[in-house]
């Protein structure tokens, strides 16, 4: 799941995703406190506490040149999706030495329920941090009470969660679908799979496996519906055609501006039409404004030509530290893309600039696809990109 809001904390800023993990970590480790008692919630903290550390630093791993470049970047990015691999890897390696070291720990259904629980909660999490509309959120819930309904009602059924979650990663995987698509396909095989095991060998199928067929098909279909009502409302958002400072959302046409670059040019962000823009605002004095701006070159560089895609960097002029600073920022991080100035702060509060960095992802006609507030990767560019085609 991808952070599309960012939170300053003190003097941190921090993903929604982030906020979301903790949550969840939190909530679970407590139900396990309550239930199982103190060693089984701390069983689990150990667990978390070896997911964050490996995949914090696994962006050494998918990144070395640029973190040994730019060391900021290990504060504010992981590995992304491959640290994430790499830190259910090494859970995994971590439950095996355990048991090879003969030493207690959780149950396989504890486990289950606590990743179950987790995941849950981090769903929701992200959801709701990253300011999502109604649909969404509603989508979301369903989610969430189904499954929670479902281990429930159905404690037997227990062991099949397993094969749910492997065919969803196997469907996400190859289709590259979105959560709510692949969740509505997942739950028509899954629930296909179940009907046929009544006639494989003909074995007897229970009642309960018969409702849990039906039901995850019919979960699907609720889940179709809302995918659908989704789409409907983001088709209507891109029909909206306002340029003021409340249309800096997504769906709506970005407000037109022309600036000076660092060599005194003009430059419009209508002259961009044709193309995508990664539209970013940012100040030399921003760490994480440091963090992002190597993986942005990078993309510049190696992947912005092929998806049609260029980036305008908007320097917010009037709270930076001088024109000197701006150039040797651009000379050190070696920037290729344009950079414009923003010296009155007009263009700022046009988009309702509150944190940065923010980006904005504009399509081929200039209508805002997605906002982000928050440092951008790389990987992250890629994606968002190559969803819009």
Not at 51 to 73: A, R, Y
Not at 74 to 99: D, M, P, R, T
Request: a negative charge; hydrophobic letters at 50%; proline letters at 3%.
């Amino acid at each position: 799941m991808v952070a599309t809001e960012w939170y300053k904390i003190f003097s941190l800023t921090v993903p929604s995703t982030w906020i979301a993990f903790v949550l969840a970590a939190v909530i679970t480790g407590i139900t396990l406190y309550v239930k199982l008692g103190k060693e089984a919630s701390s069983q689990f903290g150990d667990l978390v506490f070896v997911f964050i550390i490996v995949w914090k630093l696994s962006v050494v791993l998918t990144d070395f040149t640029t973190v040994i470049k730019h060391p900021l970047m290990i504060l504010y990015f992981s590995g992304e999706k491959a640290g994430v691999h790499i830190g259910i890897i090494s859970i995994i390696f971590y439950l095996l030495y355990l048991q090879v070291r003969h030493k207690p720990f959780l149950s396989n259904d504890a486990l289950i329920y606590s990743f179950i629980s987790f995941y849950m909660i981090f769903a929701v999490g992200v959801v709701l941090f990253n300011q999502s509309t109604v649909l969404v959120i509603v989508q979301t819930l369903i989610v969430v009470i189904f499954i929670g309904w479902f281990m429930k009602k159905y404690k037997e059924m227990i062991n099949w969660i397993p094969a749910f979650l492997l065919i969803y990663g196997a469907l996400h995987v190859i289709l590259m679908e979105s959560i709510v698509s692949t969740s509505m396909i997942t739950a028509i095989v899954f629930g296909i799979i179940l009907l046929l095991r009544g006639r494989v060998g003909r074995v007897f199928m229970s009642k309960s496996t018969l409702n849990l067929s039906i039901l995850a098909i019919l979960f699907s279909a609720i889940l179709w519906t809302t995918d659908e009502a989704i789409d409907k409302q983001k088709q209507e958002n891109l029909l909206q055609d306002e340029s003021s400072v409340n249309s800096s959302g997504a769906g709506n046409l970005a407000p037109n501006f022309v600036l000076d670059t660092i060599s005194g040019e003009e430059m419009s962000l209508a002259d961009l039409k044709g193309q995508r823009v990664i539209l970013n605002f940012w100040a030399t004095w921003c760490p994480p404004c440091k963090a992002e701006v190597p993986h942005m070159q990078n993309y510049f560089e190696e992947h912005a030509e092929e998806q049609n895609t260029t980036i305008l960097a908007v320097n917010l002029t009037d709270q930076d530290n001088g024109l000197q600073k701006i150039q040797q920022f651009i000379s050190d991080y070696e920037l290729t893309f344009p950079v414009v100035l923003d010296v009155d702060g007009e263009i700022s509060n046009q988009y309702g600039i509150i944190t940065i960095p923010t980006t904005f992802i504009l399509d081929e006609e200039g209508n805002i696809e997605q906002k982000i507030s928050g440092p951008v990767s790389e990987e992250m560019l890629i994606s968002l990109l190559a969803q819009m085609d």
